[in-house]
C-alpha cells in the first residue's frame, strides 16, 4: 500500500521564498515506512524550483496573489498538483492542516478526488486539531486525525488496509451515515526516542531543496508556557529526545545531505538547562563543525548558557519580543518584562550573536499610542533583524476568544470563507476592523508606517552584513547558500532584477 502525504501550496502563491521541507509530514512519513508502508512527501511549495522574496514585512499584501490562486482551477500549481498526485498512484492520500492555508488544504483535497475520485483522504496538523469538525466538512474529507500522529496514522492506516472498526482508532473524526464523529483523543508518545527520525528520502523533488533545508530537527516536543495568542498541540508538557538521538540524527542528515547548518525548531530550546548544556557538548564532538538557530525567551536564558551554545556553532537566536507596551506585553500572557528583554538584547549584541526579534501589532485592545511604543522599543533593543506580524486570532487561544466576547471574531466561519479571505484575516467578522480603538483607515496608515520603518532597519548595511557574518561557516560549507542569500540580500534593498539575474548564473 502507498500512501501520498500532501503539503498544500502556499507561500509560492505568495511570492515568498520557502525554506526548509515540511517536518510534520516526514515525521509521519517515518513513523509508516518503519510500520512497513511506502509513502512519498509532495511539498507542493519545492514541487517546482524555489523563488520568492525573503521580505516578511510586507507579508500582509502578498496574500492577494495567494486568494487569486485558489480561485483559479487553471493556475499552473494546481494543474502541477493533479499531474504529480497522478503519477504516484497512491492508494491513500494524507494532507497536512496548517490554520493559514486551510484554504488551500481545502482545494487541495478538491482537486486530489476529481483526478482519484476513489482514493481515501485523510488531513491532519494542527488546524485539523484545532478544528475537526470544521475539518470534517471538507467534502472530499474522508478521515481527519487529531493530535500527534506518530502511532495513530499507522493505526488509521491498517484499519483501512484492513476494512477493521474505526472507532477503535484513537484520535480520529471520521463521518458515519451522514454524521461526523469524534473518537477519543489519541495519547501523546511517551518516549519520543521510540519515534522513527523524519524521513527526508521521502521528498518528492530532493533537488529543489538545499542543504540546509534539510537540517531542521526538534530536540523536544511542547511547551509549558501560556502565551495567549499560541495553540498547542501538544498541551503544555514538554518531552525530549535523548542527547544521543538527536546527534544520530544530526549525523545521518550530514552523511546523507552535506548539511552543517541546523535549524533546532523547539517551541523554546532553553527550557530545561541541562539538556542544552548535554547537547552542546555533543555538538562540539562531532567529526565536523556545525552551526544552528533556535528559539529561546529572555526570562530563560543566561551569559554563561549563551556562551557555551556559541562555542557549540550557535548562528542565530529568535526571541519574542511581541510588543513595546508594557500593558499589551501584559496582555500575551508571556510573564516577560521590557527590562528582562532590554537585559537580553545587551547580552546578545555584547556576545555578536545574530538575533531576531519578533513583535506584533493589531491585538485586539491595542492603541495607536501602543503600536508606536513598539516603533520605539524596535530602536531601544535593537535586534540585528525585526520580524513584525499582524495579529491573527487562532483557534483553540485565550485572544481568540476574547476576540469573540469582543464582537470582532467569528469562531465559526463557512468553508468558502477560507477560500476568499486573506489568510491574516481567516477569523475576523470584519477585517477592516481589527482593533477596538483604531479606525480601519487609521490602522492601514499606520501598518504602512510601521513596516516601512522594520523594513528599513532590516536592509540596513549594517544589518545585512552582520546577517552575512553570523552565517561564515554556513557559506565556507555550501557556498551556493551565499549565492542565494546574496541575491536575496540585493532584492531586500531593491536590487530585484540585479538578485534575480544574480541567482540564476
Known sequence: MKILLIDPPFKSFTGIFSLYFP???AYIAGALKKSGYECKILDMDAADTKDGTLDFIREYESYTN???????????????????????????????????KFGSVIQTAKFCREVLPNVPIIIGGPHASAMSEMTAKIPEADYVLRGEGDESIVVLVDAIKNHTDLSLVKGLTWKKDGKIIHNPDSDLVKDLNTVAFPDRSALLNP?????????????????????????HMWDRKVRYRSVDSVIEEIMQVHNNYGTTQFSIKDDSFTVKRQHVIELCEAFKKLPFKITYNCTTRVDIIDEELLRLMKSAGLSQLSIGIESGSAEILKATDKGITHEQILKAAALFNKLGIFWTGYFMMGLPQETEEDIFKTLAFLKKSKPYYGGLGVYS????????????????????????HFLNTNPKDLFFKDPKKRVLYITPERFTEIQAIVEEVFHKHNTSLKNLARRAFSRRQVYMYDPSLFKRDFSKGLELIGLKRLGKWLSKK
Open 23 to 25: 517536518l510534520g509530514p
Open 66 to 100: 495567494y486568494v487569486k490562486a485558489l480561485n483559479s482551477p487553471e493556475h499552473p500549481t494546481w494543474k502541477l498538483l493533479k499531474k504529480l498526485v497522478v503519477e504516484q498512484k497512491p492508494d491513500i492520500i494524507g494532507i497536512t492542516a496548517m490554520t493559514s
Open 207 to 231: 533537488e529543489h531543496y538545499s542543504s540546509e533545508d534539510m537540517g531542521v530537527i526538534l530536540s523536544s516536543r511542547g511547551c509549558p508556557f501560556c502565551c495567549s495568542y499560541c495553540f
Open 393 to 416: 486570532p487562532f483557534p483553540r487561544t485565550k485572544l481568540f476568544d476574547q476576540g469573540v466576547e469582543m464582537g470582532l471574531v467569528d469562531p465559526n466561519p463557512p468553508l468558502e
